[in-house]
């Protein structure tokens, strides 16, 4: 078929070429072999060398044939066709403007050129498609290659597609760029062209590479060639239903997209593509987008990019969009709120906007603050998250700071960490870019606030009172305005009057009281020649009316015209100031009342005007400041709450918030400054890097023009943080200034100023003396020598002659001494020994005086004092016993010398001596105080140093053995490093320790000896002995001597728990609350029968005994030295405590205590039975919320199991409805599963016929509801099941209600009747759970109590009640007094100790 006779249609597919088609339609004739393709390309070659770009109609068979067999012939060749085809083409595209052009160009011509365009845009295109499959795949094999694999591979072939794709692209582009469409009859190309081009740039964006950095030139010549086709081939449509399906189906799209469609938008003009796309995207199904979760991806990515790209062009199509803030989607209405925030932010902001524009952005802004409460935590994040950029670009109007900082404050509160997390980031933005002051104190506005305010009022009561007197009386004006008024009428009267100089026309509409208005208007603005020229007009038109019918004809015309505009002025509308506030309604047309400030002047008054607008908006600005202030103070104590929240980004972000509070100078901020101080023991690294970066910003980059002015300031806000500090932030803030000083961060300037504020050679305060010397301790932790290079000096300061004697300053001085002790590691510690000063160094001389000079003094300073010098000794001192035996004797000398002195003075020699109350407590707390240190002092060191010697000897011994002692002494070495050795060869220094302080320390040799009398009398006394201070400090110095020995501590245990039970001071208790503690550590075997005295204390009427009793029995129960019995409710009973304090230290305890196995599961049906019980336990609504919080550490599914199936068995053992209702409440809280639904139809005979009550049911009714959610298909039959049983248990008790309360008389007096076979078959089951449920068992805690049988007999005199098997172990009521009887006798050992000898 010759070239000019056929016509080449475009085909949907390759094959469509092979079939016949219409007439004239061209087919391929035949598909070449490969092996004769390449001879085929070079008469290809040859012909278009001829011939040009015509060429390939009579060659298109070979560019068909090459693709077909594409996948198998050799690289090379297609590589060379497409380089080939590429210049068909561009010679094509360079031929074709001359073709155009030619007006003389025929028919057939024409049509060779529309075949040949055809031909070579489908071979190029097809071909590039073909290396782009080829690419892909390729890619997809290879990427297990590494780098170099690849770039090896690309240097072999030479040919790189994604480098060859963008000059394809580009001669397309200059191909559809010029005027193709006249080779088309009637100028019209045909689609099917369009789509081929546009159609590869698809094909070219579905590749995920294509979003890549290195793809970039492809996509922007991608973009180009489709712009063209949308500006000059009308493909509009056609891409934005081409679009819409990629967003769909291609995630990586979303930004290469939005690049292209702004693109098109701005430079391309094509605007409305925008609007088309928009109206696609808002024409989808919401609910078909909730299920399409990668749709609704795509689509909100689109959005939210192409907002920020082109916000003015997509706020015209917003309205489309405003469904899917009602649809289930949260991506879409998230991606709606983030194009109205780039709105806001690009187009509406600013204070020059349009009311249109105002309007706009103001509902965009109550959207976003309306989603603020969206259902969807994501949505509420983000929300936040907008806020957050709106404020730090300033864009949020004034008037919405109070409702967004509002929203955000509220936001704190909610349950998702990541809406927390964003709410605190929006609130210190707030802080960051608020408009109102560096300094946001709310005290320190409240003052400026009030003043303004006052003076604005004021200023208004002072307008009121101008305006009220600018009305001046009608009778002062009238006689004001008459000499004037006066000569005017008579120089009116005898000239005649020029009409056109003085024009005043009565319209004919006017009445007289209209007239009389405009003569006084006149009069008032001293317009006289037109009042009498227009009181004239009046005459003459009104000669019937009042007052111009009425003259006196005897009057001159002088005094008649006078009298009646006297009259006109004084009438009754002028006559008083309401009246002449009324007739401003006369005022004729387009005249103003001037009589209203006649005696001010016009820029006067407008100056007024402006200082009370100003004043106005003064205290507008001042009332915003201080509203914005209590709502960061407000924001305040509520994120203090979550500096300890499980998830660190939370606490990072609370920790950067007080950061910035601090620095706006938030008075409440210094709390949580301090608040965040324990965080630096965190295990989280980012935590504690936070912490201490957070005091680094705060502290150690001050303000000022020098090293030491910042010094100054430095050590000011330090000392200010130590103010009223407790002991716990006293030792946070010595880590993170120990961590600093090791870093070098703290300059020498700051060290040589606290030494020169220390030794007062600057002038400061006595507390400004003891903070630095304080902070100087604190630093000798990271370098001791600090402090010890200047040892000398630090005595001098806090501990010379002088009187009276600064005790806390010599506190300080002392604990900054201790900082230099050694602190190498136990491994060094073994090779050197501890670093000690001598008996006679001045150091412990001046101790020892200021300790016993002091001790006759009533300085309450003296016994803290006294405690840290006593330890001091203790810690650095050779032989500190014999210091201290110097002390003790020193100070018991003086107070027997002021016992002979007053027993000198008493007149009666039957009278018993006395000595000063604060004597003796200085003397009991003194003892109590060198006991305990002496203790520690041979446990610790003296134990350790006899350690390190006995090493050193061993290794000296083993130098000088021979090889074969050497192997034996190592086998016997590891064996002791294995722990295979026996006890008591194992640690002999402790044994000799042990036996020192067992038969020595306490014995009638030595000194401490001689206190114990004095001491046990005291305590014995307590009626003679009354003084509150001198019972604490009595019963802690025996909880301290009891530490000694083993016997001692025997002796007095009932004397111990008989003062903390009875004592009516919460201090002793308190006190003694922490020795037994110790105790019970110490000496566990022997505390043990007294533990649920310990438990007692925890329902202490006193707060402080309840704080203490809760620290210590956290500490005994989790370090396992108490039996965790069922009296561990009282733990639970702390939950509910009223002080919030207490209640955060019984949860803690319970979130530590769920880490430890089984712990809460074994505990839980004790608990359940105490606090139900209705004589000890809680009522119902403090019930619930104790075992909510506890329920919900069991999440094992057996575990779940197993207490639902005892939970339900305790129906039957239960004795009253409240008691139904808490096993109800407690099986309603549980997480069960299906078989666990299946345990409780199993027991259903033992709560069926409780469903009487409403609310037992309705807790039951709560399980199926549970149940129901999540439950799969062949759970449901069970289900139903269950709740129809429920229901028809519930009707049928509802409807035989007499019968039922008759049966329940008679049930609830069956279990009493038979206790004892109750029990036994409880015990049954309980062994048959343990058989099948493996750990998770209550332990039978019973087996302990029955090995007393007083115990026993006593409980059996009680009223008889039901006794769950866990409930036989149970504590024992606590009479008034204890008597010898009640003191526990047989111990159960925890753990090996020596025989000793109990006193009887």
């Avoid at 019995?1125 to 209640?1143: N, R, T």
Wanted: net charge negative.
């Amino acid at each position: 078929m010759a070239p000019q006779m056929y016509e080449f249609h475009l085909p949907l597919a390759p094959e469509e070429l092979l079939k016949s088609g219409g007439v004239n339609q061209y087919v391929v004739q035949e598909v070449l072999s490969i092996r004769h393709l390449p001879s085929q390309l070079r008469a290809f070659q040859a012909a278009f060398r001829a011939q040009g770009p015509l060429a390939m109609l009579e060659h298109f068979d070979t560019v068909y044939s090459i693709l077909h067999h594409f996948r198998s012939i050799d690289p090379g060749l297609k590589e060379d066709t497409l380089e080939f085809l590429m210049k068909v083409v561009s010679r094509h595209s360079q031929e074709l403007p001359t073709v155009l052009d030619d007006a003389a160009l025929s028919v057939s011509d024409r049509s060779a050129h529309l075949n040949a365009l055809k031909m070579n845009c489908y071979a190029l295109i097809r071909l590039m498609e073909s290396f782009e499959t080829m690419s892909s795949q390729t890619s997809l094999m290879d990427l297990d290659l590494g780098k170099g694999k690849k770039a090896r591979a690309k240097a072999v072939h030479g040919f790189d597609w994604e480098e060859e794709r963008q000059p394809i692209l580009q001669l397309l582009t200059q191909l559809l760029q010029l005027d193709i469409r006249h080779l088309w009859n009637h100028s019209v190309i045909e689609e099917e062209f369009v789509s081929l081009v546009t159609g590869c740039c698809y094909r070219l964006l579905e590749n995920p590479t294509i979003s890549h950095q290195k793809n970039r030139a492809t996509r922007e010549a991608i973009t180009r060639l489709l712009g063209v086709a949308l500006t000059r081939y009308n493909h509009m449509l056609s891409a934005t239903v081409k679009i819409i399906q990629m967003l769909q189906h291609f995630e990586h799209l979303a930004p290469v997209l939005v690049a292209a469609v702004s693109l098109w938008a701005t430079d391309y003009g094509m605007k409305s593509i925008v609007g088309e796309i928009v109206r696609e995207i808002g024409q989808k199904c919401p609910q078909e987008l909730s299920r399409d979760p990668s749709g609704a991806k795509g689509f909100a990515a689109f959005l939210t990019e192409l907002a920020e790209r082109i916000p003015a062009i997509l706020m015209s199509s917003m309205c489309i969009l405003l469904d899917y803030l009602d649809g289930e989607s949260y991506l879409m209405r998230n991606a709606v709120l983030a194009a109205m925030a780039e709105m806001v932010l690009q187009v509406l902001n600013g204070d020059q906007l349009e009311e249109a524009a105002r309007d706009t952005r103001d509902q965009f802004l109550d959207t976003l603050q309306a989603h603020g409460h969206d259902v969807n935590s994501f949505v509420r994040s983000r929300v936040l998250q907008l806020f957050t950029r709106i404020v730090q670009q300033k864009a949020l109007p004034l008037t919405r700071f109070q409702a967004v900082v509002a929203l955000a404050v509220g936001r704190l509160a909610d349950k998702s960490v990541l809406v927390c997390k964003n709410a605190i980031q929006l609130l210190a933005s707030f802080l960051a870019n608020n408009p109102f002051s560096c300094k946001l104190s709310d005290t320190d506005l409240a003052g400026p606030l009030q003043k303004e305010t006052q003076k604005l009022q004021e200023m208004r009561a002072q307008r009121r009172t101008a305006a009220a007197s600018a009305v001046l009386d009608p009778e002062e004006e009238w006689e004001a305005m008459l000499p004037e008024l006066r000569s005017t009428v008579q120089q009116l009267l005898k000239l005649p009057r020029e009409e056109e100089e003085i024009a005043v026309v009565i319209a004919g509409t006017e009445s007289a009281e209209d007239v009389k208005g405009r003569i006084h208007q006149l009069l008032a603005k001293a317009s006289y020649k037109q009042a009498i020229v227009l009181t004239q007009e009046a005459r003459r038109h009104f000669q019937e009316s009042e007052p111009f019918s009425h003259m006196d004809p005897e009057e001159s015309e002088e005094t008649r015209f006078l009298n009646l505009l006297e009259t006109v002025f004084k009438g009754p509308a002028a006559s008083t100031q309401e009246n002449a506030q009324g007739s401003a309604g006369n005022v004729g047309p387009g005249q103003t009342d001037g009589r209203e400030k006649p005696s001010v002047s016009e820029p006067v008054k407008s100056r007024e005007n402006d200082e009370l607008v100003k004043q106005e908006m003064l205290v507008q600005y001042l009332q915003d400041a201080y509203s914005f202030s209590l709502k960061i103070t407000e924001a305040i104590s509520i994120i203090s709450r979550m500096m300890y929240e499980n998830t660190s980004t939370v606490v990072q972000e609370v920790i950067e918030f007080f950061v910035m509070v601090f620095q706006f100078g938030v008075p409440q901020a210094l709390f949580g400054v301090r608040r965040m101080l324990p965080l630096i023991w965190s295990k989280e690294p980012g935590v504690r890097e936070a912490v201490l970066n957070a005091y680094r910003q705060l502290y150690l980059n001050p303000k000022g023009d020098s090293a030491r002015a910042k010094a100054q300031t430095l050590i000011q806000n330090l000392s200010l943080l130590l103010m009223d500090a407790s002991v716990g932030t006293i030792q946070c803030l010595e880590e993170i200034l120990c961590e600093f000083v090791q870093k070098d961060e703290l300059k020498p300037a700051v060290t040589q100023l606290l030494w020169e504020r220390a030794t007062a050679k600057v002038p400061c305060s006595p507390l400004e003396r003891c903070s630095s010397v304080m902070l100087l301790g604190m630093m000798a932790r990271g370098k001791p020598e600090i402090v010890g290079s200047n040892l000398d000096t630090l005595v001098s300061i806090g501990l010379d002659e002088k009187f009276p004697q600064d005790y806390r300053l010599a506190q300080q001085v002392c604990q900054a001494i201790a900082n230099i002790s050694d602190r190498r590691k136990p491994s060094l510690s073994r090779r050197h020994p501890p670093f000690r000063l001598p008996q006679q160094h001045r150091l412990f001389e001046r101790l020892q005086d200021v300790v016993t000079k002091g001790f006759v003094h009533p300085d309450p300073l003296w016994i803290p004092f006294k405690e840290v010098a006593v330890t001091l000794i203790y810690q650095l001192a050779e032989g500190p016993e014999v210091i201290c035996a110097q002390i003790l004797q020193g100070c018991a000398k003086q107070a027997l010398e002021k016992l002979g002195e007053k027993n000198a003075t008493q007149e009666g020699p039957k009278d018993a001596p006395t000595l000063p109350t604060f004597l003796l407590m200085n003397l009991l707390s003194l003892a109590g105080d060198v006991a305990l240190q002496q203790l520690v002092h041979l446990e610790q060191a003296v134990s350790g140093e006899l350690c390190r010697r006995r090493v050193l000897r061993e290794e000296q011994e083993q130098k000088t053995k021979g090889p074969k002692e050497k192997n034996a002494s190592s086998d016997s070495a590891m064996e002791e490093e294995m722990g295979l050795a026996g006890a008591a060869a194992d640690d002999p220094e402790a044994e000799l320790i042990r036996s020192i302080c067992e038969k020595e320390l306490l014995d009638g040799k030595q000194i401490l000896a001689a206190f114990v009398p004095l001491l046990l009398k005291v305590c014995n006394n307590p009626g003679l002995y009354s003084n509150p201070e001198l019972s604490a400090a009595a019963s802690l110095a025996l909880g301290k001597f009891c530490m000694i020995s083993a016997t001692f501590c025997d002796s007095q245990l009932r004397l111990l728990f008989t003062m903390l039970e009875k004592s009516s001071l919460p201090v002793v208790r308190s006190n003694l609350m922490v020795a037994t503690g110790d105790l019970a550590i110490r000496f566990p075997n022997l505390v043990d029968p007294w533990t649920p005295h310990l438990y007692a204390r925890l329902r202490d009427p006193a707060q402080q005994v309840r704080r203490t009793a809760g620290l210590v029995m956290t500490h005994l129960i989790l370090k396992d030295m108490v039996k965790v019995k069922g009296q561990v409710s009282e733990m639970a009973v702390l939950l509910i405590d009223p002080v919030p304090q207490i209640a955060a230290l019984a949860k803690n305890f319970f979130n530590e205590l769920s880490h430890k196995g089984n712990a809460i599961y074994n505990l839980l049906p004790d608990i359940i039975s105490r606090l139900s019980d209705p004589e000890g336990g809680v009522e119902e609504e403090p019930f619930h919320t104790i075992m909510k919080q506890l329920l919900s550490y069991i999440t094992k599914d057996k575990q779940t199991e197993s207490l639902v199936e005892k939970l339900c068995q305790r129906f039957r053992t239960a004795r009253t409805e409240r008691q139904y209702r808490d096993l109800a409440y407690c099986v309603a809280q549980l997480p069960l599963t299906e078989r666990g639904l299946r345990r409780m139809l199993d027991n259903f005979d033992c709560f069926g016929d409780k469903l009487l009550d409403e609310s037992i049911f309705s807790a039951f009714l709560s399980v199926v509801g549970k149940l129901r959610r999540g439950a799969k298909p062949e759970g449901k039959a069970v289900i139903d099941e269950f709740e129809q049983k429920l229901r028809v248990c519930h009707s049928r008790g509802l409807d035989a209600a007499e019968d039922l309360e008759i049966g329940q008389g008679g049930s609830q007096r069956a279990p009493s009747a038979k206790k004892p076979s109750t029990v036994s078959k409880r015990r049954q089951h309980l062994a048959s759970a343990a058989s099948s449920d493996g750990d998770f068992v209550t332990p039978e805690l019973h087996r302990t109590a029955r090995r007393h049988p007083s115990t026993q007999q006593q409980v059996s005199k009680k009223k008889p009640r039901i006794v769950f098997s866990s409930d036989e172990s149970s504590e024992e009521e606590l009479l008034a007094e204890m008597t010898e009887d009640e003191t526990p006798k047989k111990t159960t050992p925890i753990r090996r100790a020596p025989p000793r000898r109990h006193r009887p």
